[in-house]
């Protein structure tokens, strides 16, 4: 058997000739042992050069998969690589194998999974070539228009919004400050303590109103100075201080299982004028924690204006290191600190040109009265008692007796046949209307309007918007605004409807309004949900699923009895879920999970954090989503594509369909951690930075739990916390020392101040 010829023995003989003695000598060469020469040897007569014009027809003589010519050599080293298999030839330094073949094993077909199967948001390209390729099976690909396209991929957005706002209500309704916001009972009690807290907020509000403290206001800058790149703008006048950079007590990080209740018996406890307790938003970066400010009760409790008592390190040493005891999640240590505003609290916050306009002006004069007249019926509970919380007919008194004022002066300056003097002058007090309920928004009710934000105080609204925002000056009537201003213009004044207006069952559109936001009628979505646990196994047999029970029944309605008779509290439960989405959905103010999106070379990213991210990495951050191990092409396409075609060639950005790997030389993937001899993946990829930040990342945290263990105290017995593996939930995170890293995102380069989410 010939090791180089498989099984068949090769006959050397053949194909010889005869030759006549001391041909062999012809070169000069004596004969070996077979009894030939070394013919292929030059000999020395003259020597023949071999032709360098291209052959005719300029004819490529490889064919992929063709038998090769059989080599006498032992095969080399890198014939072993997985993906050097179809050419035995190794790539030099700075070699590039460009062949792409037309046709053969290595045609990938692309395949695209169907978007709406998946749980996180794909670009509308890959949308648009799914719907493409999925649709033009049964109709020409020329008849799917654009318009077609868009339309279906927004009702995608809309059905994916509804689902993953689903998944983020079921992973996280029985955190503390979910419970706090939306579910009945604790949601009213927990509204009911902020409003008693806002109506002295409003006697404040009123006594500087009526003292002329906001006749000034004038939120407006006439003119814009760039310098170094960025706007250059000068401080507004907002009135007297809103008190939100004054110092005051800060609990530096609250678990989800830490409840309000709890804190203000704890600051009760240890505070004789304790007042009230401020929450923050919990920050999905950093597992839906929170940060508490602790009010004191005023100096004097007679005069609304008094200032509260001083907080100081003796006032800190009260509540710090107090424990909260939980026996379920382990005890909870209280890290107190003493919180100052921001160093630089001036309004930098330009609001674009395009909302300066006077048709957006008298629009956002209306959301203003909308607003307030929202949240001062919260304050009077009921119409009969509206008198007494009336600050917007208060504001409109004063600003129409400003308005007289400059009306008349200038009917004394108009000049006969002048042009545009009334509207001027109308558009003077619209804006100034717009600046004192602003205002009035902002230190009485501690919202947003602009951000569409609403905090328990200043402190907090400070923290997220300090100073808040600037109006640019009226511009030209011939000013034109780009798409993108227009489009987030009226999201802003639809988020806005949605706050003062929203959906409710006595209203007519109210299935088709909650539908929009990513809800549905607790009835409609109860059938929807009830339905997935009964099979009809045949015709007149139906099976109950729930919770294991296996009963058969010969129709439906039986089932349905059967449910209400016993499964009645899986139902309430499944009514509850079905009423805290649409609770959740209906809330402009709602806290967001992180937003995992395809971008533009298919890579998963999320906004404040550095890297690309893949969906199984979101889980860690509080992501409810259960993410496919395969992505769509081109973002993981190898999963694919080996049950396709085999073993795939890849390239730094992914799969390439019918093109093969982009070598650059042996040394590049040879012997490094991506090389797959050595148990790597994908040798000609780029070094992962998600994976760089990943072990960073870890090495941090390791840190930290080797710190947090030699901290006494950290625990009721300064180790491992009580309460079983869930008690790492309670004292997660409160090893640090400082909490102005707490909320800071990963992109941010520089020194930060403040916590900012």
Not at 318 to 339: A, R
Not at 396 to 413: F, L, M, P, T
Not at 568 to 575: D, I, N, P, R
Not at 734 to 739: D, E, L, N
Request: hydrophobic residues 30%; proline residues 8%.
């Amino acid at each position: 058997m010939d090791r180089y010829n498989g099984d068949q023995v090769r006959d050397r003989s053949r194909g010889s000739r005869e030759r006549e003695p001391g041909s062999d000598l012809a070169y000069g060469r004596p004969a070996n042992e077979f009894g030939r020469g070394r013919g292929r040897s030059p000999g020395p007569g003259p020597r023949r050069r071999r032709s360098r014009s291209p052959p005719a027809g300029n004819i490529d003589r490889y064919v992929p998969g063709s038998p090769r010519r059989r080599s006498r050599s032992p095969p080399r080293r890198f014939d072993i690589h997985p993906y050097a298999q179809n050419r035995n030839m190794p790539g030099g330094p700075g070699t590039i194998d460009r062949y792409v073949p037309q046709g053969g094993p290595l045609a990938a077909t692309i395949v695209l999974l169907d978007p709406h199967k998946l749980d996180y948001s794909v670009t509308y390209t890959h949308f648009s070539e799914w719907y493409h390729h999925t649709n033009s099976k049964d109709r020409e690909k020329d008849s799917i228009t654009k318009d077609e396209v868009q339309a279906a991929y927004d009702k995608y957005k809309d059905e994916l919004n509804a689902r993953l706002a689903k998944l983020f209500v079921n992973a996280h309704k029985n955190d503390e400050w979910f419970k706090e916001r939306y579910l009945p009972g604790e949601r009213e009690t927990t509204r009911t303590k902020i409003i008693d807290y806002r109506k002295g907020l409003f006697q404040k509000w009123k006594i500087q109103l009526q003292a002329g403290a906001f006749d000034d206001v004038d939120r407006e800058v006439p003119g814009i100075k760039t310098e170094a790149g960025e706007d250059m703008v000068e401080e507004v006048n907002r009135g007297i201080d809103d008190g939100g950079l004054k110092p005051v007590l800060l609990i530096k990080t609250i678990s989800p299982t830490v409840s309000r209740v709890q804190l203000e018996e704890l600051a009760a406890t240890n505070l004789q004028n304790f007042h009230f307790v401020s929450l923050s938003d919990p920050n999905p970066l950093k597992k839906f924690h929170r940060i508490g400010f602790i009010l004191l009760k005023p100096q004097d409790p007679s005069d609304p204006t008094s200032e509260p008592a001083p907080v100081d390190e003796t006032t800190v040493e009260l509540l710090n290191g107090k424990s909260i005891h939980d026996d379920q999640h382990g005890d909870f240590v209280c890290h107190v600190g003493i919180h100052n505003g921001p160093t630089n609290p001036k309004a930098k916050k330009l609001l674009n040109e395009y909302m300066s306009m006077p048709q957006n002006l008298r629009k956002e004069a209306e959301l203003v009265e909308k607003c307030i007249k929202k949240l001062e019926m919260e304050l009077a509970g009921d119409e009969n008692s509206m008198s007494e919380y009336d600050g917007w007919e208060m504001i409109k008194d004063k600003v129409e007796a400003w308005g007289a004022i400059k009306r008349e002066k200038r009917e004394e300056s108009e000049e006969e046949g002048e042009e545009g003097t009334d509207s001027e002058v109308e558009l003077k007090i619209l804006k100034k209307k717009i600046d004192i309920g602003v205002e009035y928004l902002r230190r009485t009710f501690n919202f947003c309007m602009y951000c569409v934000s609403s905090s328990d105080s200043i402190h907090e609204l400070t923290r997220k918007c300090p100073g808040g925002h600037i109006r640019r000056a009226t511009p030209f009537p011939d000013f034109v605004a780009d798409q993108r201003t227009i489009n987030w213009t009226k999201n802003w004044q639809d988020k806005l409807e949605l706050f003062v207006n929203p959906p409710k069952p006595e209203h007519e559109d109210y299935a088709e309004r909650l539908k929009k936001i990513g809800g549905r009628p607790v009835k409609d979505a109860l059938e929807e949900e009830t339905l997935k646990f009964v099979k009809q196994e045949e015709e007149g047999k139906y099976r109950c699923k729930v919770l294991g029970c296996t009963k058969l029944f010969k129709a439906e309605e039986f089932w349905r009895k059967h449910l209400d008779k016993k499964h009645t509290e899986w139902l309430a439960q499944l009514e509850q879920d079905a009423a805290l989405v649409n609770a959740y959905v209906s809330d402009p103010t709602r806290v967001h999970p992180p937003k995992v999106e395809q971008n533009a070379q298919g890579n998963f990213q999320t906004p404040g954090m550095a890297g690309n991210r893949n969906p199984q990495q979101m889980m860690t951050m509080g992501f409810p989503t259960a993410m496919p191990m395969s992505a769509p092409f081109p973002f993981a396409a190898a999963a694919f594509m080996h049950a396709a075609v085999g073993a795939p060639h890849m390239n730094g950005n992914g799969m390439i369909p019918g093109a093969g790997p982009i070598r650059r030389g042996r040394g590049q993937s040879q012997g490094g951690p991506r090389d797959p001899r050595y148990g790597g993946s994908q040798p000609y990829a780029r070094p992962d930075r998600a994976q760089r930040e990943r072990e960073r990342d870890r090495r941090d945290r390791e840190m930290r739990e080797a710190q947090s263990k030699k901290t006494v105290g950290g625990t009721p017995n300064g180790g491992a916390p009580a309460g079983g593996p869930e008690a790492e939930l309670a004292v997660m995170g409160r090893a640090v020392k400082s909490y102005k890293d707490l909320d800071a995102t990963a992109t941010i380069k520089k020194e930060i101040d403040e916590l900012d989410y």
